[in-house]
């Protein structure tokens, strides 16, 4: 069954890093791009970047340049998004989501999200 | 402030029929494929339109996606209380270059 298993809720204090995972399963990362999304609680969905399936390049939201970094294990299957620099309005659950669709890029839907993480930033 | 507008909110009986629509420009919708999710609370997204019109398999063909130019629309017909969700549309915009979303529409089912 495909499905993406994203690391556990994390609490971090203002200025601190976290890195998100993202394990693939019933199919490999190099098919297919993937994208990451965060949800503020009570607001929108808001798209944070995608890593290419080949050569793992990358391309990320212009508000979060310099702060965000995504990279891959191909040996586990496994993707990684880490944001730096933390403050409160990065407070949000954080997806993991497989492109799928009509576009080579893998800039068409989503269709296999993983369960979501939360990450809460309070001092 | 979203790239896509959306509705903040729509509404009808059930049984009815819904459109909500999700207008761009033509760096966005205007030129690449649009998606639509749908999302309960407390809930991951779920993919119902890929491709401006296309249903993933299992989506049931009350959901119709459609495009004209720079705008997007998602039909629901034959109404039920367990369609009343957010729904939000998203695509890519190729002078950002960058994924972009519209701000959700909460669908209510009177």
């Known amino acids: 069954q495909v499905q993406l298993v994203q690391s556990g809720a994390e609490v971090k204090e203002p200025g601190a890093s976290v890195t998100v995972s993202c394990k693939a399963f019933?199919?490999?990362?190099?098919?297919?791009?993937m994208h990451w999304v965060r949800q503020a609680p009570g607001q929108g969905l808001e798209w944070m970047g995608i890593i290419s399936p080949g050569a793992g390049s990358t391309n990320t939201a212009r508000k979060l340049q310099g702060r965000v970094s995504l990279t891959r294990d191909t040996s586990t299957n496994t993707v990684y998004m880490q944001l730096s620099s933390l403050r409160s309005e990065d407070t949000a659950t954080y997806y993991c989501a497989r492109a799928f669709g009509s576009d080579i890029h893998g800039r068409d839907g989503s269709d296999i999200w993983g369960q979501g993480t939360m990450v809460a930033v309070s001092s | 402030q979203s790239v896509l507008t959306q509705p903040p909110s729509v509404s009808a009986a059930p049984g009815q029929k819904v459109t909500i629509s999700c207008s761009g420009s033509?760096?966005?919708?205007?030129?690449?494929?649009v998606s639509w999710y749908q999302q309960f609370p407390g809930t991951v997204p779920k993919l119902l339109i890929y491709g401006n019109d296309k249903r993933p398999s299992g989506i049931p063909d009350r959901f119709s996606g459609s495009k004209s130019d720079t705008a997007a629309t998602l039909g629901i017909t034959g109404l039920q209380p367990g369609d009343e969700a957010d729904y939000y549309c998203?695509?890519?915009?190729?002078?950002?270059?960058?994924?972009?979303f519209g701000g959700g529409t909460k669908l209510t089912v009177l």
């Open positions: 033509s760096s966005n919708i205007g030129s690449s494929f």
């Open positions: 019933g199919y490999t990362l190099t098919t297919h791009y």
């Open positions: 998203g695509t890519w915009d190729n002078s950002l270059s960058a994924g972009v």
